[in-house]
């Protein structure tokens, strides 16, 4: 059953070939086998699992099964799950049990799926490689001694692995595409404001984005589907329906004009890496598909200006964490003060505090204008790059990241070097719009993602363009042979 | 700018109320300098007159009606606390 996909498994479960209950068993016994190699999981939930397999067995059985009733998939360990810890991959929430259950999560439950678990992450989503994580680093399923990418790793780890269908990730300046692309699987992040944001733990609250993680692109747009929609609790929930996603996933790519910015293909771009997208851009030409080369010329500084933006709301949204209501608490505090620097230092990794260090910094008097403000003037202007880009094109493509999965350990002592693997993925936050990886090859034994940009609200049209992709070829079918 | 020195980086960890082991200082004044070189990338470009962005959709906040819609969880969301007593979260003595 595990090598099906969620389309599949939704068909197999409409005509009764067998239950979600036997589905939903049969995954948890792969994810007790395989998850100690691969790290995946944080927490498994595996009683509560059978109970919602149970109910969605029953409401089948009452004739009200959607598409996704009975379907296993797992949450990445940021959403808010009721009763469930939802560490966010962090010692100042390992014990943290969550009141109340995001709206993702909400949602996903309405429609029926069933949660294995959560999935382990780069804490706070801060980190590229899964190695932030308290809960140690997630594995690559189609090399041990590689990083599965991050942060949404063991999202996109237990995807590529065979241990759910689907997962749910976020991408900050790149935690869904990332790991996609170095986990051979498809993910999708949608436009800012696509999907709520509401019982998601903030990182960078004008960045962070969830989207769904599968092995198909259509398996994206069902779970898209369920995830997608205003949500009043979110104040920047766009209000706005969200199209039937499955239903436009057939249309033809006849005359889709595909942007290729000249910038992704230069200096730090992987040779090997290269020629893989460029057979896939190839592939889309003999689909019907015209390319066009464009520039998108500020892209060098959307680094410089996440690493403004990205830290200074994160050194304003994790001042929550004191202490004092919830999360880890140092012991003995000697005075109030004392309460909150060791409990804060203690509870955060080293990167978490770096970033939180750095935003401190740029936030902090006398340097405002000089940091904040000139990173939000740079984000106008990669944000105009795209405009003028979309007045031409359809759709923008390049690699997803400049190389396949690095090993463990090799970046994690220096962290602008770590930085750089979200070269491609961060213009795409800064700007708000809607990106997706899918596979498209490998180098050795190492998977490579074809990032897809649209402009905003596009989501059905990259869903549609990586969909008609796998159509016509089979990487998104590969399995690593030791989890096939 | 000059590269963080350890003074700075105790200031700023201060105002992040981030409590920092003294042996580690030297090699957060040494990442946090080599991140603040990075970002100063954005010098290169004159911005002179470029309005700032500060959110991806040009929208404005919504506005709803000043009522109740949430119920009184207090016993619930305090179950999770570190210390409670009588309702009230409990921290050092702040007042002599």
Known sequence: MHEKTIAQLSASLATGEFSSEELTRALLERVERFNPSLNAFITVTAESALAQARAADERRRQGAAGLLTGIPIAHKDIFCTDGVRTSC????????IAPYNATVVERLNAAGAVMLGKTNMDEFAMGSSNETSFYGPVRNPWDLDAVPGGSSGGSAAAVAARLTPGATGTDTGGSIRQPAALCGITGIKPTYGRVSRWGMIAYASSLDQGGPMARTAEDCALLLGAMAGFDLRDSTSVDRPAPDYAALLDQPLTGLKIGLPKE??????????????????????????????ISLPNSHLA??????????ECSSNLARFDGVRYGHRCENPKDLLDLYTRSRGEGFGAEVQRRILVGTFALSAGYYDAYYLKAQQIRRLISDDFRQAFAQVDVIMGPTSPTVAFNLGEKVDDPITMYLSDIYTIAVNLAGLPGLSLPVGFVGQRPVGLQVIGDYFTEDRLLNVAHRYQQVTDWHQRAPTAFA | MMPLGTAEVAKIAHLARLAIREEEVPDYARNLSAILELVEQMNAVDTTGVTPMAHPLDMVQRLRADEIS????????????PRVDAGLYLVPKVIE
């Not at chain 1, 991959?89 to 943290?96: A, E, K, P, Y």
């Not at chain 1, 680094?303 to 200074?312: C, F, N, Q, R, T």
């Open chain 2, 70 to 81: 949430e119920s009184n969880q207090r016993e619930h969301f305090q179950a999770i606390a």
């Open chain 1, 264 to 293: 992704y293909f230069g200096e730090g771009l992987d040779s090997a890496v290269a020629r893989v997208v460029e057979d896939a851009i190839a592939e889309y030409r003999k689909l019907g598909a015209e390319t066009v080369e």
């Open chain 1, 303 to 312: 680094i410089p200006a996440y690493y403004v933006v990205a830290p200074a």
């Open chain 1, 89 to 96: 991959g962090s010692r100042i929430l390992d014990r943290f």
